[in-house]
């Protein structure tokens, strides 16, 4: 295993900035693991100041969403590319540098982004988790007056995961009955919002009557707690023993089994996350009974060209100007090694609604 200070050092090199228009700190600290594990590996760290590439934009932190990802980044669900690991995926703030490629400068993508310096914007990137982040322009979005630096982070992957999930995954129309598990977190609520926008009849999953009551103030129209209450039996029960046209499941691996009853013929079932653990391996042929349609994107994916980035990025901005989209953030934590660590234990207990971000400076 290399040695933290020998990562250390090569974190040195690797991180050391090659643009000479602005003196940055040499070092910030950063959200960071030095193994994988429990909440308890957790540890804010002072790293060298991350590399800035001349396709980068480079911003000062001034809030931190925190995902689910994060943890399975800690947890080794998903592999670190070495250690010590900054985590993180989702931040905002203003940019204090622009690109150095001419190329860039002149790409007439970059261009309709309207990038400045002193730009409040939302990063989605890996790594963010620090107090300046450098990241490839097309990562970042520029947000809009009418939306604040924190409703930009307490919605970004959220949001741009339900907007892109809602239409390219399954493509929820007006008349479609679908599911939501999970449907009082930060995703569960947005997706509700944005599937009622188009017309749909929601049921939502959740665990306690504060959450039922969220996700029906939030537009669901049937909750079920699914802590005392039968879900397939409820489910087909409201739907005449049809079962819905889509699932939007984050659970995984402890509602899987349920969904392909719950699915009607020739219905969609899109695996969004896995709070219970990863769906277990399982035959095709499961599938055959109702043409099942079966998915697990992931929202990068979907916006992964600048195109599609600028698309979803615009979207997601105009449904929260227009209110179409609300976020709700459930708490505000420090940005320190126990505020970040109890962010994730209180993300992962189950007993959270909305969004959870820490704030790193004003």
Do not use: C
Not at 58 to 83: C, H, M, W
Not at 129 to 149: F, M, Q, R
Not at 159 to 173: D, H, K, P, R
Not at 209 to 236: C, F, M, Q, W
């Amino acid at each position: 295993m290399i040695s933290l200070t020998r990562r250390l050092s090569t974190l040195a090199r690797q991180f050391s900035t090659t643009t000479p228009r602005m003196s940055y700190p040499s070092t910030v600290q950063a959200i960071t693991i030095s193994k994988t594990g429990g909440p308890e590996v957790i540890e804010k760290r002072e790293i060298p100041f991350p590399k800035v590439a001349p396709n980068h934009l480079v911003v000062k932190v001034q809030y931190l969403g925190v995902n689910f990802i994060d943890t399975y980044y800690r947890e080794g669900v998903y592999p670190a590319s070495g250690f010590p690991f900054v985590i993180g995926k989702e931040a905002s703030g203003v940019v204090v540098a622009l690109p150095t490629d001419e190329s860039v400068l002149n790409d007439p993508d970059y261009k309709k982004r309207g990038y400045k310096e002193g730009s409040r914007v939302a990063v989605d990137y890996l790594g963010s988790h620090a107090e300046y982040v450098s990241a490839p322009w097309k990562t970042v979005y520029v947000i809009p007056e009418s939306v604040s630096t924190l409703t930009a982070v307490s919605a970004l992957v959220q949001g741009l995961t339900a907007i892109s999930f809602m239409e390219e995954a399954y493509n929820v129309q007006k008349g479609d009955i679908i599911l939501i598990h999970t449907v009082a977190g930060g995703l569960g609520l947005l997706m509700t919002q944005l599937a009622k926008s188009r017309g749909a009849t929601v049921i939502g999953t959740t665990s306690t009557p504060e959450k039922a009551a969220l996700a029906k103030a939030n537009g669901t129209d049937h909750v079920i707690l699914y802590k005392s209450e039968d879900t397939v039996a409820r489910v087909l029960e409201l739907t005449n023993g049809e079962g819905v046209h889509a699932i939007f499941d984050g659970v995984g691996k402890d509602t899987f089994e349920s969904d392909l009853v719950m699915i009607r013929r020739k219905g969609t079932l899109v695996s969004v996350g896995n709070a219970s653990g990863a769906v277990p391996p399982f035959p095709p042929i499961k599938l055959v009974q109702k043409n099942v349609k079966l998915l697990r994107p992931t929202m990068n994916n979907y916006t992964y060209t600048a195109a599609e980035v600028l698309y979803y990025g615009n979207a997601l901005f105009s449904l929260l100007a227009n209110g179409t989209l609300k976020t709700q953030v459930f708490k505000e934590y420090p940005f320190t090694t126990e505020g970040v660590r109890q962010a994730q234990i209180d993300l992962t207990s189950g007993k959270t609604t909305g969004k959870l971000v820490v704030k790193v400076s004003d």
